[in-house]
């Protein structure tokens, strides 16, 4: 193909991924993880860094990116600096397209394949709901060096993969997944694969141009993987390094130790629960794409004797890391897209290939039900996140809370948010008083029940079915239960420590409302806060059922 014609499709492919994810400029925040990333880039941006200043649970490279983006473009509101944010992660799914085309062009030897693959990643990173798919998160950033970490693998540039191998662990510990993936794809292509024989047409257009890697165990098996593992060695040590010079290497270790905690799940998530919820939630992604998905399984079954087996252990590895922690939320699954993508691609040039041999009719009804299988997704996910930033809104009581801040605090004096509402800083814009940028490290909210809103101790617990159907639903209850063996190590003195240093000049409860099921941790059932509060504030407003405490004046 004329290299001109490859960059004209190149451009239409990216101008369609860019098209599709315009709904996410059309909101502030698409998804409840975009307000902790925004609120940390702030911190950020005024000085503070991760683990020291603030708390987190991921890796900190969406925080930075985050603050750069904040620092650079030229804004003086959140709301038009989290559209630009918006346009970086469209740049960022640019920028996966068309590694994805260069990994699929290496492994396909042909770059109609790679073409087709970074088309299915434009059009079916989309094609579900808007919050999961079309949010500036943290899965969209991973991919990116995950892809480019299996282009340089290809390549045989084994250190240079093994940096962006590090680089996607630092922006999401899952990234990590595709260390053991390449592992395998090493000793499989040294030991069990038989070499194509001069001369012998082979079995499909997917065995063309393989041959056996004959240099030995240690030069085509562990030199690779070494020099793999000292390339993510290099940039893992390069952070520890930074934390270290910062001071804050104490408190990334004690954070990243509360991390298992989270890691392992809440209470509940027995087998049979986690079984279904796998294949309930792997069916809605997989009929919200189906093409992707049905392409890319027809080609799992051939690539055992190709090199594309790696994007099979991609796949398989990756929903290992979708079911850790037995959550299972939708965005977790975009890490399986870029090998979804290069293998469906794949399929999908077996597929125009065999078109041109066909009869017209049947080459035809063929032909349609692959665009039908395409456009039908694609249309009603897009019309849909089109039409839902319109909808009105029932439960963004906060925003009234962020009017009052505004109106009656100065841009210098922080406040503390009690609950799980982040958005009221960063929209407010007003730095939180304590590291503590959720109560949830107060109380254990999570990782104690991350969604599954039941006491795991009570005599009669729901059955399968019921715990399914509460993934899908916020109980209006207030359900409570003991969380506090989940709470970070030594948070209550540490937020005493920061309330000393810098007090909040207001302090909002967000439990009467409910609001994020914070109804079950009432302020006054937590000794040392309500103490602090009697003390030094009064009781000010109550605004949608969120209290408001003005400390007292000296």
Same mark, same amino acid.
């Given at each position: 193909?004329?290299?001109?014609?490859?960059?004209?499709?190149?451009?239409?492919?990216?101008?369609?991924?860019?098209?599709?994810?315009?709904?996410?400029?059309?909101?502030?925040?698409? /998804?409840?993880?975009?307000?902790? +990333?925004?609120?940390?880039?702030?911190?950020? /941006?005024?000085?503070?860094?991760?683990?020291?200043?603030?708390?987190?649970?991921?890796?900190?490279?969406?925080?930075?990116?985050?603050? !750069?983006?904040?620092?650079?473009?030229?804004?003086?509101? !959140?709301?038009?600096?989290?559209?630009?944010?918006?346009?970086?992660?469209?740049?960022?799914? &640019?920028?996966?397209?068309?590694?994805?085309?260069?990994?699929?062009?290496?492994?396909?030897?042909?770059?109609?394949?790679?073409?087709?693959?970074?088309?299915?990643?434009?059009?079916?990173?989309?094609?579900?709901?808007?919050?999961?798919?079309?949010?500036?998160?943290?899965?969209?950033?991973?991919?990116?060096?995950?892809?480019?970490?299996?282009?340089?693998?290809?390549?045989?540039?084994?250190?240079?993969?093994?940096?962006?191998?590090?680089?996607?662990?630092?922006?999401?510990?899952?990234?990590?997944?595709?260390?053991?993936?390449?592992?395998?794809?090493?000793?499989?292509?040294?030991?069990?694969?038989?070499?194509?024989? &001069?001369?012998?047409?082979?079995?499909?257009?997917?065995?063309?141009?393989?041959?056996?890697? %004959?240099?030995?165990?240690?030069?085509?098996?562990?030199?690779?993987?070494?020099?793999?593992?000292?390339?993510?060695?290099?940039?893992?040590?390069?952070?520890?390094?930074?934390? +270290?010079?910062?001071?804050?290497?104490?408190?990334?270790?004690?954070?990243?130790?509360?991390?298992?905690?989270?890691?392992?799940?809440?209470?509940?998530?027995?087998?049979?629960?986690?079984?279904?919820?796998?294949?309930?939630?792997?069916?809605?992604?997989?009929?919200?794409?189906?093409?992707?998905?049905?392409?890319?399984?027809?080609?799992?079954?051939?690539?055992?004797?190709?090199?594309?087996?790696?994007?099979?252990?991609?796949?398989?590895?990756?929903? &290992?890391?979708?079911?850790?922690?037995?959550?299972?939320?939708?965005?977790?699954?975009?890490?399986?897209?870029?090998?979804?993508?290069? !293998? &469906?691609?794949?399929?999908?040039?077996?597929?125009?290939?065999?078109?041109?041999?066909?009869?017209?009719?049947?080459?035809?009804?063929?032909?349609? !039900?692959?665009?039908?299988?395409?456009?039908?997704?694609?249309?009603?996910?897009?019309?849909?996140?089109?039409?839902?930033?319109?909808?009105?809104?029932?439960?963004?009581?906060?925003?009234?809370?962020? *009017?009052?801040?505004?109106?009656?605090?100065?841009?210098?004096?922080?406040?503390? =948010?009690?609950?799980?509402?982040?958005?009221?800083?960063?929209?407010? *814009?007003?730095?939180?008083?304590?590291?503590?940028?959720?109560?949830?490290?107060?109380?254990?909210?999570?990782?104690?029940?991350?969604?599954?809103?039941? %006491?795991?101790?009570?005599?009669?617990?729901?059955?399968?079915?019921?715990?399914?159907?509460?993934?899908?639903?916020?109980?209006?209850?207030?359900?409570?239960?003991?969380?506090?063996?989940?709470?970070?190590?030594?948070?209550?003195?540490?937020?005493?420590? *920061?309330?000393?240093?810098?007090?909040?000049?207001?302090? =909002?409860?967000?439990?009467?409302? /409910?609001?994020?099921?914070?109804?079950? +941790?009432?302020?006054?059932?937590?000794?040392?806060?309500?103490?602090?509060?009697?003390?030094?504030? =009064?009781?000010?407003?109550?605004?949608?059922?969120? *209290?408001?405490?003005?400390?007292?004046?000296?």
């Amino acid at each position: 193909m004329p290299r001109k014609r490859i960059f004209f499709y190149l451009a239409c492919i990216i101008l369609v991924g860019i098209l599709l994810r315009t709904p996410s400029l059309l909101v502030n925040f698409a /998804n409840i993880d975009e307000n902790e +990333y925004a609120l940390a880039g702030q911190i950020i /941006n005024q000085g503070g860094g991760p683990y020291k200043d603030f708390l987190i649970y991921q890796p900190p490279a969406i925080y930075y990116l985050y603050a !750069l983006v904040f620092k650079l473009v030229p804004a003086t509101e !959140l709301v038009t600096e989290m559209w630009w944010v918006h346009i970086v992660f469209l740049l960022i799914v &640019a920028a996966t397209c068309l590694a994805i085309y260069l990994v699929g062009k290496e492994v396909y030897k042909e770059p109609t394949r790679g073409l087709f693959a970074a088309l299915f990643y434009a059009i079916f990173s989309t094609t579900f709901l808007p919050q999961d798919m079309l949010a500036a998160n943290i899965e969209l950033l991973m991919v990116l060096p995950m892809t480019l970490c299996a282009l340089f693998f290809l390549k045989e540039q084994f250190f240079i993969a093994g940096l962006f191998l590090g680089l996607s662990i630092l922006t999401k510990y899952q990234g990590g997944i595709l260390l053991p993936a390449l592992a395998l794809y090493l000793f499989w292509k040294n030991k069990n694969v038989t070499p194509a024989k &001069a001369g012998v047409q082979p079995l499909t257009v997917l065995d063309s141009g393989f041959r056996r890697n %004959d240099k030995g165990l240690f030069k085509g098996t562990l030199l690779p993987f070494f020099s793999l593992l000292l390339g993510a060695a290099w940039v893992g040590a390069g952070w520890v390094y930074y934390l +270290y010079h910062n001071g804050a290497l104490p408190d990334a270790i004690r954070c990243f130790l509360y991390i298992m905690d989270y890691a392992k799940g809440p209470p509940g998530t027995d087998i049979p629960y986690i079984t279904l919820k796998f294949l309930l939630r792997t069916a809605m992604l997989a009929g919200a794409g189906f093409g992707l998905w049905y392409f890319a399984f027809r080609a799992m079954r051939q690539s055992l004797r190709h090199p594309s087996f790696l994007f099979t252990l991609w796949v398989l590895f990756g929903f &290992a890391a979708v079911i850790a922690g037995g959550r299972m939320y939708f965005h977790y699954y975009i890490i399986l897209y870029p090998a979804l993508s290069l !293998l &469906a691609g794949d399929w999908a040039g077996h597929f125009f290939e065999r078109l041109k041999g066909m009869p017209f009719e049947k080459g035809a009804w063929r032909l349609t !039900l692959f665009v039908v299988m395409i456009f039908i997704p694609v249309t009603g996910f897009t019309a849909y996140a089109t039409y839902k930033p319109f909808r009105p809104k029932h439960k963004d009581y906060w925003i009234y809370v962020v *009017d009052y801040i505004q109106d009656r605090t100065g841009p210098a004096d922080s406040i503390f =948010v009690w609950g799980y509402c982040p958005q009221i800083y960063t929209v407010a *814009d007003r730095r939180p008083a304590t590291r503590f940028t959720t109560a949830d490290y107060l109380t254990g909210r999570s990782p104690k029940t991350a969604g599954l809103e039941y %006491d795991p101790r009570t005599a009669n617990p729901p059955s399968v079915w019921k715990k399914l159907r509460r993934d899908f639903i916020t109980p209006q209850e207030v359900i409570d239960y003991d969380t506090s063996e989940n709470i970070f190590p030594g948070a209550w003195n540490l937020l005493m420590e *920061d309330f000393q240093k810098n007090p909040p000049e207001l302090i =909002v409860d967000t439990s009467p409302s /409910n609001y994020r099921m914070y109804g079950r +941790y009432p302020m006054h059932e937590f000794p040392d806060l309500q103490e602090y509060v009697k003390k030094n504030y =009064v009781f000010e407003a109550s605004i949608r059922g969120m *209290d408001i405490y003005r400390r007292k004046s000296k």
